[in-house]
DNA sequence: CTGTATCCAGTTGGATACTG
DNA sequence: CAGTATCCAACTGGATACAG
């Protein structure tokens, strides 16, 4: 709290966690993990429309490896695979939630002279 | 408050919000406009070292459209011209706050199983 | 001073096929 | 089921040159 941030301390924080939800899924991914959610594979293909399997398998991977998103292998045929967010993935609830307050503020205040 | 938000909707949401901060270099240019700075087309190039004037003016026009940033123009030669945040573009200072807090969190939560 | 236009390399993401 | 491999088109951003 009270803490200040130079513009360019501040910039290069805010935009290390913005290069970690980039990507087109990223978000939508998060989004279908919330409140603790497993999801499988296939589940998570099924709920977002359109993505393909590269692109799930990849932005899994990087979710994974940035610790957001945790994978629990089940060692079985044909194999199982769950995703779920780890605490801090889901620590990001607030970030969130103030983006989205921000964008229904986008009607409300002056964006002109 | 107390609004509920459907995975999907909430998702595009933010994705939507996202769109707009996207690029390499909008948040640097945001947190160079904070608390009503106004700065001139070369304070910025100067204040952001390795940005080109493409990537600036095409960052610039961005943020202008999405009405986050608030271009004026001086009529005179050589020309004037001063940026500065717009009212709703001030008010992703919560949302940016909360997205460094969440940075701050990521030695503390754990991230794996 | 404040841009626009052009070219070019690197990256991103989609479609498809294949594997343990 | 849960991926990986490959090819390819589209987009992104940097360098440079030019303009009002």
Redesign the interface.
């Known amino acids: 709290m009270g803490k200040v941030?130079t513009?360019?301390t501040?910039?290069?924080?805010?935009?290390?966690?913005?290069k970690l939800?980039?990507g087109r899924w990223k978000?939508?991914i998060?989004?279908?993990l919330?409140d603790g959610k497993l999801q499988r594979f296939s589940d998570l293909e099924k709920?977002i429309p359109g993505i393909s399997q590269k692109m799930l398998a990849q932005q899994l991977r990087q979710l994974e490896a940035d610790?957001?998103v945790?994978r629990?292998l089940y060692p079985q045929v044909p194999p199982k695979v769950e995703y779920r967010l780890?605490?801090?993935?889901q620590?990001?609830c607030?970030?969130?939630?103030?983006?989205?307050?921000?964008?229904e503020?986008?009607d409300e205040?002056?964006?002109?002279?």
């Open positions: 941030y513009p360019a501040a910039a290069t924080g805010v935009e290390e966690v913005f939800l980039e978000l939508v998060l989004f279908h919330f709920l610790g957001i945790a629990k780890t605490d801090w993935g620590a990001i607030p970030a969130l939630d103030a983006l989205l307050k921000w964008a503020q986008r205040l002056p964006k002109a002279d």
